[in-house]
């Protein structure tokens, strides 16, 4: 009853919702065909147009960053350049401060040079010996400074005589120049005229050493000094037609006959423009016997080593063993790679000073 009316019921239901024995055979026979899910399709074409636009950016941003790279390249180049100007402007500028320390420490030099030998008295006024000899001062100096490198400058003293002739002939042949410190009253006559003229023909520098090298004469006062130099400044001239603008104190800047003057001697010298050398090395030749030539050489050469070496040396009527020793002391200091110069302003003057108290 219940299958009756179960099949009663099967045969109610709408035609639309019993398939057809060929429709249920088909699906059976075959299963239907299975396209590319929609959502896939779309997340796949999404992804090559995002990839796409990926390699587009890229192929944009390679040519951008080229084009950046160069330029990062030219500024670089252009900050080298830049930094080097600068660290060049800045070689000159430390160059230029250097020199200006330079000058600034020399003009203090001076100060304290001025300040310790200074000429006036307490009260501002100066000594009266400022206005003696009114045409007694040096010319200006106009040539160039000696700066730099092995120099040797060769001095004689006490001249001139007859050991000056020979004397000139061995510079002469070495090509040398030198200087010659005279005394007055060595030259005071016709030979030492002759002589005088001859050292500054030959290009050699003359200069002041007194006009009596008597020491007790010389050093009795500042007055006494002018007058001797005076004196002798105005025969040079008048002989060889040369203002004479170095000097030499007879035994040196500092001895035992001007410690009491020489101070003020150098103020007052300064202040009329000459200038005054010592000597580093010393032929050690200013002895009552004449000394033998190997060794008057081999003192001379004791300079060897210094920068610059000023020579004394004589050439006095009682030094002819000085003179034989003159050759090798020249070849000495050229083979040990010095050059040759007369003595002039433009050299650094070499003076003797007390030692510093500490």
């Known amino acids: 009853m219940d299958r009756a009316a179960e099949r009663s019921t099967n045969s109610d239901r709408p035609e639309e919702l019993r398939p057809s024995l060929a429709e249920l055979e088909k699906a059976v026979a075959k299963p239907p065909a299975r396209g590319v899910p929609k959502p896939l399709f779309i997340a796949v074409a999404a992804l090559a147009a995002v990839l796409g636009m990926v390699a587009a950016y890229l192929l944009y941003f390679d040519s951008d960053y080229r084009r950046n790279m160069a330029l990062v390249r030219a500024d670089n180049e252009y900050l080298r350049q830049e930094r080097d100007e600068a ?17 600034l420490s020399a003009a203090q030099d001076t100060i304290g040079l001025l300040e310790e030998y200074s000429l006036a008295a ?16 040096a010319p200006a100096w106009e040539g160039e400074a000696v700066a730099g490198g092995k120099v040797c400058c060769l001095t004689f003293d006490d001249g001139p005589s007859p050991n000056t002739d020979r004397v000139l002939e061995i510079l002469d042949h070495c090509g040398v120049k030198a200087t010659f410190f005279v005394v007055g009253s060595a030259c005071s006559g016709q030979a030492g005229q002759e002589r005088m003229r001859a ?18 004469t010389v050093y009795a006062s500042v007055e006494a ?35 009491g003057v020489y101070q003020e001697i150098i103020a007052e010298m300064t202040r009329r423009g000459f200038v005054y050398f010592d000597w580093n090395a010393s032929a050690q ?13 081999a003192d001379c050469l004791k300079g060897v080593g210094r920068e610059l070496v000023v020579v004394l040396a004589h050439d006095s009527a009682a030094r002819g063993t000085t003179v034989d020793a003159l050759p090798a002391i020249i070849e ?19 003076t003797f000073g007390y030692p510093k108290i500490r």
């Open 332 to 350: 000495g200091y050229q083979n040990a790679g010095y050059t040759f110069s007369a003595l002039h302003p433009g050299v650094t003057p070499v």
């Open 122 to 137: 307490p009260d501002g006024t100066a000594p009266e010996y400022t206005r003696l000899y009114p045409d007694f001062y």
């Open 199 to 216: 050292i500054a023909a030959a290009g050699h520098t003359i200069a002041m050493h007194s006009w009596t090298h008597d020491y007790k």
């Open 225 to 259: 000094f002018l007058d001797e130099f005076s004196t002798l400044y105005q025969w040079i001239y008048d002989v060889t037609g040369v203002h004479p603008q170095l000097y030499r104190f007879p035994g040196g800047s500092i001895n035992g006959y001007n410690r």
């Open 87 to 103: 660290q060049a402007g800045l070689a000159a500028a430390q160059e230029e401060l250097a020199q200006a320390q330079a000058d």
């Open 285 to 297: 030749d200013a002895t009552p016997r004449p000394r033998p030539a190997r060794d008057i050489a």
